[in-house]
């Protein structure tokens, strides 16, 4: 009942506050719903609510940090607040909200992540987030598999070195050198956002290389296809069956 009651609240009544505090748009309420768009509200609170978010193949923590993702990936910064207080709910930390905050600057724009941080900071105010749950800029980093990382440099130098070499430069480091090495978010769940984002931004062409990573890291098939369920209600249809031709293909590519 905690989980049916707080995810319909997150698509309402609780991010109204923050969202005025953070200057993003109130989300509407359950009256407002009902009084414009009926059917969403029922869509909303028995699809949603009462389905979506209790299917078995995924956790809740994991849905949560899949639909926070979308939201950065697509600026919703009227349910971003109530899904940002889910999430912590679920057992998300503000140590992974901040690094998914970070992560996805660089997969979905600098822009978008600003506009999360302004909505972060709000949520963190009201849950008293202590300081010391934020992890710093700088301090150790996990272990580089060099071989690997290797292979995925010569690749991109090799077919784009003269076509941007700034880009290459930073894909290496500190992209791949640094952010992904960060431990405040575990590599399959920084995965997990990346495929996520890509997936509700159509860049499908990105989703082979990030998903077979995202399994290398630890994602199951199961739970790859369940990302596609959850976006295909936060990120819409179109997008996420775009994406379901190239899921197929490293489903298969890995039997």
Do not use: C
Request: glycine fraction near 8%; proline fraction near 7%; hydrophobic fraction near 45%.
């Amino acid at each position: 009942m905690k989980l049916l009651a707080a995810t319909a609240t997150a698509l309402s009544l609780l991010a109204s506050g923050v969202a005025e505090a953070s200057g993003a748009p109130a989300a509407p309420s359950r009256e407002d719903l009902r009084a414009v768009a009926p059917a969403l509200d029922a869509y909303t609170q028995n699809t949603l609510a009462e389905d979506l978010w209790r299917r078995p193949g995924l956790s809740p923590r994991d849905r949560s940090l899949v639909t926070l993702a979308v939201l950065i990936a697509r600026q919703g910064a009227v349910e971003m607040a109530g899904q940002m207080h889910l999430a912590l709910d679920n057992g998300v930390t503000p140590a992974e909200i901040s690094e998914t905050i970070t992560h996805l600057a660089f997969y979905s724009g600098w822009p978008n992540a600003m506009l999360a941080v302004t909505v972060a900071k709000e949520v963190f105010a009201e849950r008293r987030v202590p300081a010391s749950a934020i992890p710093p800029a700088g301090g150790e980093r996990l272990p580089l598999d060099e071989a690997a990382e290797a292979r995925r440099a010569t690749g991109v130098q090799e077919n784009f070195g003269e076509v941007s070499p700034g880009v290459v430069q930073y894909t290496t480091n500190p992209l791949f050198r640094d952010l992904w090495l960060r431990p405040g978010l575990a590599p399959r769940d920084r995965s997990l956002v990346t495929v996520s984002a890509l997936v509700v931004a159509g860049q499908s062409a990105q989703i082979t290389y990030h998903l077979g990573r995202a399994m290398d890291n630890g994602l199951t098939r199961q739970q790859a296809s369940e990302v596609l369920t959850q976006t295909a209600f936060y990120g819409g249809w179109p997008n996420t069956f775009s994406a379901l031709p190239v899921f197929k293909s490293v489903f298969e590519s890995r039997r």
